[in-house]
């Protein structure tokens, strides 16, 4: 897993302060019910004095070991005696038995995250994915765009579409679900990807399911409409403070880069001059370097592409990327023809 590291910082920062605000609870309500009854105080020295006593005990390597674990059974029975003492005296005093007991949120992983195995708690784990999913740019996609609810019924009037657009479906979701980063020598990362194809073809949908399966195995996914990331790019040169559409400032177009999966949506939707179609190649060309995954759609075909951008960025798609066409007639228009 490879989760995006600004969301880890953040919320890794929120479990140590979690931790640390269970323990000072209850600190304060010992204090609190210490101070009403005297003779818990006192009980807790001794438990004190015990925990010390057991501690010593069991580290020593030396003498009879007999007579050690003689000893540590004995401290062991006396520390049950205690604690049941300890809850007698709690419960007349009118509070609960376990009052001043730590209460983590998660018994688990006791608000640290991780597991006495050293594995991140299931806790931990789903607030990394909730992240994600904020910080994907894909907002209420992620719930209305999946595999699951994606119809090849629009495109059964013709067999060579309903095949053409099964094999797509079948190659995305075993893209997700087998997706690997890259980013490292010894890993082979999951391929590029160019979807290309008319509109209303499912193009965003199965992008959007590709990101949510992705996220949800612990990935950085990062989306933008090629709108969004030159407005972004435009921001960062220029130095203005405001968001572009995919949500990140100038601080951020970094992400481009970095992040696990790119999904650049709507290719030749944004304006074309140098300094965007700069930026588009030095995207594509530097994940290619980084053996980052991307993922681009677009209603462009292969000679209006040519005709739109450089031949450096042309030659990387078609020579990089493995090329999904999308086929059949705007399902958005036989929704509407069908009402």
Same mark, same amino acid.
């Given at each position: 897993?490879?989760?995006?590291?600004?969301? +880890?910082?953040?919320?890794?920062?929120?479990?140590?302060?979690?931790?640390?605000?269970?323990?000072?609870?209850?600190?304060?309500?010992?204090?609190?019910?210490?101070?009403?009854?005297?003779?818990?105080?006192?009980?807790?020295?001794?438990?004190?004095?015990?925990?010390?006593?057991?501690?010593?005990?069991?580290?020593?390597?030396?003498?009879?070991?007999?007579?050690?674990?003689?000893?540590?059974?004995?401290?062991?029975?006396?520390?049950?005696?205690?604690?049941?003492?300890?809850?007698?005296?709690?419960?007349?005093?009118?509070?609960?038995?376990? +009052?001043?007991?730590?209460?983590?949120?998660?018994?688990?992983?006791?608000?640290?995250?991780?597991?006495?195995?050293?594995?991140?708690?299931?806790?931990?784990?789903?607030?990394?994915?909730?992240?994600?999913?904020?910080?994907?740019?894909?907002?209420?996609?992620?719930?209305?765009?999946?595999?699951?609810?994606?119809?090849?019924?629009?495109?059964?009037?013709?067999? #060579?579409?309903?095949?053409?657009?099964?094999?797509?479906?079948?190659?995305?979701?075993?893209?997700?679900?087998?997706?690997?980063?890259?980013?490292?020598?010894?890993?082979?990362?999951?391929?590029?990807?160019?979807?290309?194809?008319?509109?209303?073809?499912? #193009?965003?949908?199965?992008?959007?399911?590709?990101?949510?399966?992705?996220?949800?195995?612990?990935?950085?996914?990062?989306?933008?409409?090629?709108?969004?990331?030159?407005?972004?790019?435009?921001?960062?040169?220029?130095?203005?403070?405001?968001?572009?559409?995919?949500?990140?400032?100038?601080?951020?177009?970094?992400? +481009?880069?970095?992040?696990?999966?790119?999904?650049?949506?709507?290719?030749?939707?944004?304006?074309?001059?140098?300094?965007?179609?700069?930026?588009?190649?030095?995207?594509?060309?530097?994940?290619?370097?980084?053996?980052?995954?991307?993922?681009?759609?677009?209603?462009?075909?292969?000679?209006?592409?040519?005709?739109?951008?450089?031949?450096?960025?042309?030659?990387?798609?078609?020579?990089?990327?493995?090329?999904?066409?999308?086929?059949?007639?705007?399902?958005?228009?036989?929704?509407?023809?069908? #009402?």
């Amino acid at each position: 897993m490879s989760f995006n590291r600004e969301n +880890y910082r953040r919320i890794r920062q929120d479990y140590e302060t979690k931790y640390l605000r269970a323990r000072e609870d209850a600190d304060r309500r010992r204090s609190e019910a210490e101070a009403a009854l005297p003779a818990l105080r006192a009980l807790d020295r001794e438990l004190g004095t015990l925990g010390l006593e057991l501690m010593r005990i069991s580290m020593e390597n030396a003498g009879n070991d007999a007579a050690r674990q003689q000893a540590l059974e004995a401290l062991r029975t006396r520390n049950t005696e205690l604690q049941a003492l300890r809850a007698q005296i709690l419960l007349s005093g009118g509070y609960p038995a376990d +009052y001043t007991d730590l209460r983590y949120e998660c018994d688990r992983c006791s608000d640290t995250g991780y597991l006495d195995s050293g594995a991140m708690c299931s806790c931990m784990r789903e607030k990394l994915v909730a992240a994600g999913y904020a910080s994907s740019g894909l907002g209420a996609l992620l719930r209305e765009q999946r595999f699951d609810n994606y119809s090849l019924d629009y495109f059964r009037n013709d067999e #060579k579409t309903y095949r053409t657009m099964s094999f797509v479906l079948q190659t995305l979701r075993e893209y997700a679900t087998s997706f690997t980063p890259g980013g490292e020598p010894e890993r082979e990362a999951s391929p590029n990807l160019l979807l290309v194809g008319g509109t209303g073809l499912g #193009k965003t949908h199965l992008s959007t399911a590709v990101a949510k399966t992705v996220l949800d195995a612990g990935h950085d996914v990062l989306y933008a409409s090629a709108v969004g990331l030159m407005g972004d790019f435009e921001m960062a040169r220029f130095g203005n403070s405001a968001a572009g559409e995919s949500g990140f400032g100038a601080e951020s177009t970094a992400r +481009y880069f970095d992040c696990d999966l790119l999904i650049i949506d709507d290719l030749g939707t944004e304006v074309s001059n140098q300094f965007t179609t700069s930026c588009l190649y030095n995207v594509i060309n530097t994940r290619l370097n980084l053996r980052r995954p991307t993922i681009i759609s677009t209603n462009l075909m292969q000679d209006e592409l040519r005709r739109r951008y450089w031949d450096r960025i042309t030659s990387r798609l078609f020579g990089e990327y493995k090329i999904l066409l999308f086929l059949g007639t705007d399902v958005r228009a036989q929704k509407v023809m069908k #009402k």
